[in-house]
C-alpha cells in the first residue's frame, strides 16, 4: 500500500531534549516536505527536500533541521525543543515538482508534539 | 515572500445550502491545489489546477483557476454533512532549480443538518 508513514504519533517532551521525527514513504517520491500545523495559520512548511542530498528551508525552518540520506526517508530534527514548537507536524511527499500532475502530495499521518 | 490568503476562516452551513470559499496569493502561481482535511486527520488531496482560467468539476464541487493564475476558488452546491472539514489551497511557486508550496489559512466547514 503506498503510504507516508510517521513516528512517533504522538510526543510529550521537556525543553531542550532533542529529538527526531521520522518520515518514511514507499513510493519512489523525489519531492518530500515537512509542515507545521497551527490553528488559524495552515500549513506552514518548514523544510523541503527536491531528492536526496538536496534540502531548503521553507518559510519557518528556525529551531529544525532535516537530511535526505535516502529517498524514503526525511526526518526532522529537534536539536533543542523550545513550547513553540508544540505543534502538528505532518510529512509529505510528491513525485515532482518539476511537471505539473506529479506534485500532488501524500500526507502522513501526522505527529502531535507537546514541549513542556 | 508569497502570500496565500484563504477566506473565510469558518463557514457555518446550512445542509443543503452552497458555498464558496477563496483563494489569492501575492505572486503569480505555477499551479493551485485544493485539500480536504477531516477533523484529527491528514490534509488529502482534491484537485490540481494548472491553466489560466481553468475550470474542473468533481461532483458538487467546482474548482475555478483566476485567469491572472493569483485566485482560486472552491465552490460546494447542495452541501452535505459529509462535507465537514477545513479545505486548503496550496500555491506552487517553482524556478529552475525549486518549487515551494505554500498553505492558506483554511477554511474550516461546519454543517448544520
Known amino acids: 500500500e503506498a503510504q507516508v508513514t510517521q513516528n512517533p504519533r504522538y510526543l510529550i517532551t521537556v525543553t531542550g531534549k532533542k529529538l527526531t521525527v521520522t518520515c518514511s514513504q514507499n513510493m519512489n517520491h523525489e519531492y518530500m516536505s515537512w509542515y507545521r500545523q497551527d490553528p488559524g495559520l495552515g500549513l506552514r512548511q518548514i523544510y523541503y527536500s527536491m531528492n536526496v542530498e538536496v534540502t531548503d528551508k521553507g518559510d519557518v525552518p528556525e529551531g529544525y533541521k532535516v537530511s535526505r540520506k535516502e529517498k524514503r526517508n526525511f526526518p526532522l530534527i529537534l536539536e533543542s525543543p523550545s513550547p513553540n514548537q508544540t505543534s502538528l507536524y505532518f510529512c509529505a511527499s510528491s513525485l515532482s515538482w518539476r511537471r505539473a500532475g506529479t506534485d500532488t502530495q501524500y500526507f502522513g499521518p501526522g505527529t502531535r508534539l507537546t514541549v513542556l | 515572500g508569497q502570500q496565500v490568503m484563504q477566506i473565510p476562516q469558518y463557514q457555518h452551513v446550512q445542509e443543503g445550502e452552497d458555498f464558496t470559499t477563496y483563494c489569492n496569493s501575492s505572486?503569480?502561481?505555477?499551479?493551485i491545489q485544493w485539500y480536504k482535511q477531516r477533523p484529527g486527520g491528514h490534509p488529502v488531496f482534491l484537485i490540481q489546477?494548472?491553466?489560466?482560467?481553468e475550470v474542473k468539476k468533481q461532483k458538487r464541487l467546482t474548482f475555478q483557476f483566476g485567469e491572472a493564475k493569483k485566485n482560486s476558488s472552491l465552490h460546494i452546491t447542495a452541501t452535505q454533512t459529509t462535507d465537514v472539514g477545513t479545505y486548503f489551497c496550496a500555491g506552487l511557486q517553482v524556478a529552475d532549480s525549486w518549487g515551494k508550496f505554500q498553505f492558506g489559512a483554511g477554511t474550516q466547514v461546519v454543517v448544520t443538518p
Open positions: 489546477l494548472v491553466k489560466s482560467g
Open positions: 505572486t503569480t502561481l505555477s499551479n
